[in-house]
Each structure stands twice: as structure tokens, then as C-alpha cells.
């Protein structure tokens, strides 16, 4: 082997130099670059070589979206676990157990916040909490966040990335689709805007209920939209589906999302179009 080789590992595009510990570094999804861990925040978790938007955390995203200290947390009431008593390979509540070690009680946020100035309430699913599920605490954040918005009488953000229905909670998970529908109605009849942005994935039961009800609909590019997975409608319907199904820029071109934005233009997108639904609420 030559110098080269030791220095290029074959099939990598980037030089790593030896020694380098190999966790440091993330491999693009989208086109198969190595990203170094470290630069990753700055760029907001975007590819530098070829635009792909990698998942990313919920808190980091918060941050950027949001005001400087602005935001403040709203207090949703715990739900029992594991009312099923539920155990496929591993206990529901051992899987709860080890989706907690990192602090977080379940797979949502819900604050208050301000963009721009205008202030709002955002709901936020946490796709590193058991994939976003949608649990009955999911179901009840999302219930309390568009309380609070009605009572606060400002606007409602929901931020999706989620795999659906929490399968540890059967036929109550799904029961959630009903409630979750039922807050954000009583939201737009009291006149009051919800906005949606749809990263990657947002997918089952959450699509079909109250991520695909805002007045205005963001996604992320590429981030992937849908009900069942492109693989099971494929296996359904016997046919090879057109490229780029259900990802955002597809339900862009179909009419099922009104905007795809990158992620560094989204907190300003986000602040004119506050800037213009406030402004009618004002008028009201």
C-alpha cells in the first residue's frame, strides 16, 4: 500500500487522518460525504456538500427558532404508563426506563416562545424519544399546547418528526388522532392560526391527525410525508412508485404542503408569517 491508502480508508470521499477517533465524524445519508461532528451544529445540521438536512435534535432546533429567552416551558400533566401492560420482546416500561436516561420524560415539548417578537406556543415531537411515537403524553401535550394557545390567544407551532402510533400503546395511542383533532378545531374556531412544520420523518397516525391540519404547512427538504411507508404501498398496490413519493418535494409540487425551506431560512420565514396571521388576529 501506499501513503495514500493509509490515509484514505477506500470508499471515503474525505482524508481522515490516522488516529482520528471515527465517532467524530457522521456520514451524510444523502450523498455519502464525512461530516465532522463538530462542525455539524453550525451548519444547522445541513450537508455542506450536497444540502441534505440530517435529523436533528429538538432542543438545538427550539433554540434556533426561537427568540433569545423567550422561551419558557408549559406544564403538561403525566399520564400513566404502560396502561396494557404491554411486553413484546422487552417490557414497555423498561423500553420507557431507557428512553429516560436522558432526562426526558416523553417524546414532546411544549413552550412558550416568541419569533421575531410575536409570541406563540410550539408543540415539538422529539424523534430521539422511541421515534417520535405518538403516545397518550403525546396526545395530551399536543391537547394542552392548543389550550394554552387558545387561552393565551396567540398562534400554535407544531414541529413534527415521528414514526406514528406508539405500538406499546395500541388502540389509546390511536385514540389520540381524535383528541389531538379535536383541540386544533377548537383553536381555529376561536380564529386562531396553527402552523405545522414537517421535518423527517413525519409519518402514520401523527400525519393523519393534527400534522397535516395547519393553515400552513413547512417541511424540510426531503424530509419524508406520509401515511404508510413507501415499501408497504409498493407491496400493496403491486407497482413501482414515482421517484421522490412522499418526500416534501413531491407534496410541494401535489398541493399537500405549502412550502419547503431549508432550515437556515425557516426562523425568518417563520417570523413574516407570524407577522401577517397576527396581524389579522389583531384586526379581529
Known amino acids: 500500500m501506499n501513503w495514500l491508502t493509509d490515509l484514505v480508508k477506500p470508499g471515503l470521499k474525505t482524508t481522515v487522518k490516522r488516529g482520528v477517533s471515527a465517532d467524530i465524524w457522521e456520514k451524510c445519508p444523502g450523498c455519502g460525504e464525512l461530516l ?3 462542525d455539524l451544529p453550525q451548519s444547522l445540521y445541513v450537508c455542506g456538500a450536497c444540502g441534505h438536512h440530517l435529523r436533528w435534535g429538538i432542543d438545538a432546533r427550539l433554540a434556533h427558532l426561537l427568540d433569545a429567552k423567550s422561551m419558557k416551558a408549559v406544564e403538561v400533566p403525566e399520564i400513566a404508563d404502560d396502561p396494557l401492560g404491554f411486553r413484546d420482546r422487552k417490557k414497555y416500561k423498561d423500553r420507557l426506563k431507557d428512553a429516560r436516561k ?3 420524560r416523553d417524546a414532546f415539548r411544549v413552550v412558550r416562545g416568541a419569533v421575531e417578537g410575536h409570541p406563540l406556543v410550539v408543540v415539538a415531537l422529539d424523534f430521539d424519544f422511541m421515534a417520535g411515537s405518538m403516545s397518550r403524553a403525546v396526545g395530551q401535550a399536543v ?3 392548543a389550550q394554552t394557545a387558545l387561552a393565551d390567544k396567540v398562534p400554535l407551532l407544531c414541529i413534527t418528526a415521528s414514526g406514528g402510533a406508539r405500538m406499546q400503546e395500541g388502540t389509546l395511542s390511536l385514540m389520540q388522532m381524535a383528541r389531538t383533532t379535536a383541540a386544533i378545531v377548537a383553536l381555529k374556531e376561536a380564529g386562531l392560526p396553527y402552523l405545522t412544520l414537517l421535518c423527517d420523518p413525519t409519518t402514520g397516525g401523527v400525519t393523519a391527525s393534527f400534522a397535516m391540519q395547519g393553515d400552513v404547512h413547512m417541511a424540510e427538504p426531503g424530509a419524508l410525508i406520509g401515511f404508510a411507508g413507501p415499501r408497504v404501498i409498493e ?9 421522490g413519493f412522499q418526500r416534501a418535494e413531491y407534496l410541494l409540487e401535489h398541493g399537500m404542503v405549502d412550502m419547503v425551506v431549508p432550515r437556515k431560512e425557516q426562523r425568518d420565514v417563520l417570523g413574516r408569517l407570524l407577522a401577517v396571521v397576527v396581524s389579522g388576529i389583531n384586526r379581529r
Open 143 to 145: 391537547v394542552v399546547a
Open 235 to 243: 407491496q400493496t398496490i403491486r407497482q413501482t412508485l414515482p421517484e
Open 102 to 104: 436522558g432526562g426526558v
Open 36 to 38: 465532522y461532528e463538530a
